[in-house]
């Protein structure tokens, strides 16, 4: 009894004095997890409002600082219970945050504009030509020795720092267990991360990421955006504002008139990167001996202003309004259509000119990868498409990709070989930034364009650059009129820019003659071809599609009718409350378009108001 009594005394302060020696132990992690908390919650907010711009007081301590914390916290216990070593984790942790912060930096200082969600997926779609691309705005140095960074990290963790949680296996698949469950609910877009960053509580602006990102920080604002996205094509459509549209009165011209054409003629469009007149900028007086076949196409043709969805960059949204018809408003969620939306058949002008009997062709001197095209052409309509790979090894080439010249011997070899009617979409690349080191071929030429007056010698050296490819960019204009006029055959030609470019250290010193900023401004659009006649018109760039099928003599299915007159509508009552109603009618229409509902919808309104049903799209 004794000997039993003595060996459970042993035991006893045995457990006792390890349970007081494990006390200090556990007390001192627990912390400094929350120091380490703290003090990632307050740089990762110093790193937001310094991407921004802004004074790190802004919103401080509001919902959307503590909820801006929670994914990078995730990463660092993440990190933490792979690694079981607190200082590799922490650095890991600030290093990738501050990564993203400072990619969030360059893309508003070139494009204006946040990382928004969206940006994930050009990583899910990487390809050569991205990361080429991507490689022109970034300095690999500052990669280089992040990466170097990093590596010395794991190598002095591994062979100094002790095991975090020692060898005890439960604290830590109990905290490795709850940060995969709210990573996961924030990677699903769980109902109750939804919840939690609730656009209300955020104080979430759709239609300005800058204020969102201000109001909530850039993580919260991911987050916010994530879980919508898995609701990116579910938004309702407003019947009232769709009949509204319908209903509209049809005054004499609101319509673009439908020339009328011997056979069918070709049609070639041109979508010129990042081109505008920079005649539009204070101090530039005129641009007509830098861009001739822009200004003769304007006033001979059928052409004028328009705006563009999007600036700095992000193409595809243009180009996804001008192939649709669909504006990227009505679905206010998705930033990169071609990657987002996953339909087999995604509606369009496309689609009406294959049924009109023409082979539709689309030209681009990149990567079919590159914004998910090779895809979503196919999706749209396209019968062939054209890409980097198809170009010869000889082709030419001005500034970081191919040439305009070597689009245009691609078209003109397609035009020559069709034995049938052919629609071809092309997409320039040659005037792509970022614009102060963009290569340039002739640099005796560049250095005597005009360039406008008080800008600095950055300013000068990036707005000369930009002009030296949009001037190429003219000259293939009219290399490709002269031999669409050539052939005896009727044609028309169309002709846009994209978006403004991110030229920042122009637009920094330099305003525009309407006193608006960069993002405000409008992209020249012209049709020059058989039959036409001049009108200059102002349009929004889902309206152009009317504009083509018009000109071409294609007798317009009924939701290009729709769209064309409400345009002429939107043109008349700009700036009104009438206007912004025929707006939200047009989205509302895209949205019945793109699910194969406003055949019915048209019906169902005409029976509403007496009318005869209209026929199906």
């Given at each position: 009894?004794?000997?039993?009594?003595?060996?459970?005394?042993?035991?006893?302060?045995?457990?006792?004095?390890?349970?007081?020696?494990?006390?200090?132990?556990?007390?001192?992690?627990?912390?400094?997890?929350?120091?380490?908390?703290?003090?990632?919650?307050?740089?990762?907010?110093?790193?937001?409002?310094?991407?921004?711009?802004?004074?790190?007081?802004?919103?401080?301590?509001?919902?959307?600082?503590?909820?801006?914390?929670?994914?990078?916290?995730?990463?660092?216990?993440?990190?933490?219970?792979?690694?079981?070593?607190?200082?590799?984790?922490?650095?890991?942790?600030?290093?990738?945050?501050?990564?993203?912060?400072?990619?969030?930096?360059?893309?508003?200082?070139?494009?204006?504009?946040?990382?928004?969600?969206?940006?994930?997926?050009?990583?899910?779609?990487?390809?050569?030509?991205?990361?080429?691309?991507?490689?022109?705005?970034?300095?690999?140095?500052?990669?280089?020795?992040?990466?170097?960074?990093?590596?010395?990290?794991?190598?002095?963790?591994?062979?100094?720092?002790?095991?975090?949680f020692g060898r005890r296996r439960w604290p830590r698949l109990a905290v490795g267990a709850a940060t995969l469950f709210c990573l996961y609910g924030i990677v699903s877009g769980s109902a109750w991360v939804a919840n939690a960053y609730?656009?209300?509580?955020?104080?979430?602006?759709?239609?300005?990421?800058?204020?969102?990102?201000?109001?909530?920080?850039?993580?919260?604002?991911?987050?916010?955006?994530?879980?919508?996205?898995?609701?990116?094509?579910?938004?309702?459509?407003?019947?009232?504002?769709?009949?509204?549209?319908?209903?509209?009165?049809?005054?004499?011209?609101?319509?673009?008139?439908?020339?009328?054409?011997?056979?069918?003629?070709?049609?070639?469009?041109?979508?010129?990167?990042?081109?505008?007149?920079?005649?539009?900028?204070?101090?530039?007086?005129?641009?007509?001996?830098?861009?001739?076949?822009?200004?003769?196409?304007?006033?001979?043709?059928?052409?004028?202003?328009?705006?563009?969805?999007?600036?700095?960059?992000?193409?595809?949204?243009?180009?996804?309004?001008?192939?649709?018809?669909?504006?990227?408003?009505?679905?206010?969620?998705?930033?990169?259509?071609?990657?987002?939306?996953?339909?087999?058949?995604?509606?369009?002008?496309?689609?009406?000119?294959?049924?009109?009997?023409?082979?539709?062709?689309?030209?681009?001197?990149?990567?079919?990868?590159?914004?998910?095209?090779?895809?979503?052409?196919?999706?749209?309509?396209?019968?062939?498409?054209?890409?980097?790979?198809?170009?010869?090894?000889?082709?030419?080439?001005?500034?970081?990709?191919?040439?305009?010249?070597?689009?245009?011997?691609?078209?003109?070899?397609?035009?020559?070989?069709?034995?049938?009617?052919?629609?071809?979409?092309?997409?320039?690349?040659?005037?792509?930034?970022?614009?102060?080191?963009?290569?340039?071929?002739?640099?005796?030429?560049?250095?005597?364009?005009?360039?406008?007056?008080?800008?600095?010698?950055?300013?000068?050296?990036?707005?000369?650059?930009?002009?030296?490819?949009?001037?190429?960019?003219?000259?293939?204009?009219?290399?490709?009129?002269?031999?669409?006029?050539?052939?005896?055959?009727?044609?028309?030609?169309?002709?846009?820019?994209?978006?403004?470019?991110?030229?920042?250290?122009?637009?920094?010193?330099?305003?525009?003659?309407?006193?608006?900023?960069?993002?405000?401004?409008?992209?020249?659009?012209?049709?020059?071809?058989?039959?036409?006649?001049?009108?200059?018109?102002?349009?929004?760039?889902?309206?152009?599609?009317?504009?083509?099928?018009?000109?071409?003599?294609?007798t317009l299915p009924p939701y290009y009718r729709l769209i064309a007159k409400a345009q002429a509508a939107i043109r008349a009552q700009r700036g009104t409350a009438e206007a912004e109603a025929t707006e939200q009618g047009v989205y509302?229409?895209?949205?019945?378009?793109?699910?194969?509902?406003?055949?019915?919808?048209?019906?169902?309104?005409?029976?509403?108001?007496?009318?005869?049903?209209?026929?199906?799209?």
């Open positions: 009894m004794f000997r039993q009594a003595s060996r459970e005394a042993f035991f006893l302060k045995h457990s006792e004095t390890s349970r007081i020696r494990a006390c200090p132990g556990t007390c001192s992690r627990l912390l400094t997890v929350i120091a380490t908390c703290i003090g990632l919650g307050l740089l990762s907010w110093s790193f937001d409002r310094g991407s921004i711009n802004v004074a790190l007081s802004a919103y401080v301590f509001n919902y959307g600082f503590f909820v801006n914390a929670v994914p990078v916290l995730l990463v660092f216990f993440l990190l933490l219970t792979l690694s079981n070593r607190w200082a590799l984790s922490t650095v890991a942790t600030v290093l990738l945050t501050g990564g993203i912060y400072a990619i969030n930096t360059l893309k508003l200082q070139y494009l204006r504009t946040p990382v928004s969600f969206g940006d994930i997926y050009i990583l899910e779609n990487l390809h050569v030509a991205t990361i080429r691309l991507l490689s022109h705005y970034l300095n690999l140095w500052y990669l280089a020795g992040g990466l170097l960074l990093v590596i010395v990290a794991i190598f002095s963790s591994a062979r100094w720092e002790p095991a975090f609730n656009a209300k509580r955020l104080r979430i602006i759709p239609w300005s990421p800058e204020l969102s990102v201000l109001h909530a920080g850039l993580f919260s604002t991911l987050v916010n955006t994530n879980a919508e996205r898995f609701r990116i094509l579910d938004v309702p459509v407003d019947d009232d504002a769709a009949s509204g549209v319908i209903g509209l009165p049809l005054p004499v011209g609101a319509l673009p008139p439908t020339a009328s054409h011997d056979a069918p003629p070709d049609i070639v469009v041109i979508q010129s990167e990042s081109f505008f007149d920079p005649a539009i900028l204070k101090d530039v007086d005129s641009t007509d001996a830098e861009l001739p076949n822009l200004k003769r196409a304007l006033a001979t043709g059928v052409g004028g202003t328009m705006k563009a969805p999007t600036f700095g960059g992000g193409t595809l949204r243009t180009e996804f309004e001008v192939l649709t018809g669909i504006p990227m408003a009505a679905y206010p969620a998705m930033s990169f259509p071609y990657l987002q939306i996953t339909k087999r058949s995604i509606p369009g002008i496309v689609h009406v000119v294959h049924d009109a009997g023409y082979e539709a062709i689309a030209i681009h001197g990149n990567g079919g990868g590159f914004w998910n095209r090779s895809k979503a052409f196919k999706a749209i309509g396209f019968d062939q498409f054209v890409t980097a790979a198809d170009f010869p090894k000889d082709a030419a080439r001005e500034g970081w990709y191919y040439a305009d010249s070597a689009m245009t011997d691609q078209i003109i070899q397609k035009l020559t070989g069709a034995d049938k009617p052919a629609f071809i979409f092309a997409i320039s690349i040659e005037a792509h930034g970022p614009y102060l080191n963009i290569p340039v071929n002739d640099t005796n030429e560049r250095d005597h364009l005009p360039a406008p007056a008080d800008i600095g010698k950055a300013g000068a050296l990036e707005y000369r650059n930009y002009l030296y490819h949009i001037r190429n960019a003219d000259r293939q204009l009219g290399r490709l009129w002269k031999f669409l006029a050539s052939r005896n055959r009727p044609y028309i030609l169309v002709f846009y820019g994209d978006h403004l470019p991110g030229l920042q250290q122009v637009y920094s010193a330099a305003g525009f003659d309407n006193g608006g900023s960069a993002p405000e401004q409008f992209v020249p659009w012209l049709i020059v071809g058989s039959h036409l006649t001049n009108q200059s018109r102002h349009i929004h760039s889902w309206a152009l599609g009317s504009e083509i099928l018009s000109s071409a003599g294609i509302s229409l895209a949205r019945l378009y793109m699910n194969g509902e406003l055949g019915s919808f048209m019906k169902h309104a005409s029976k509403e108001n007496g009318h005869a049903p209209a026929k199906s799209p």
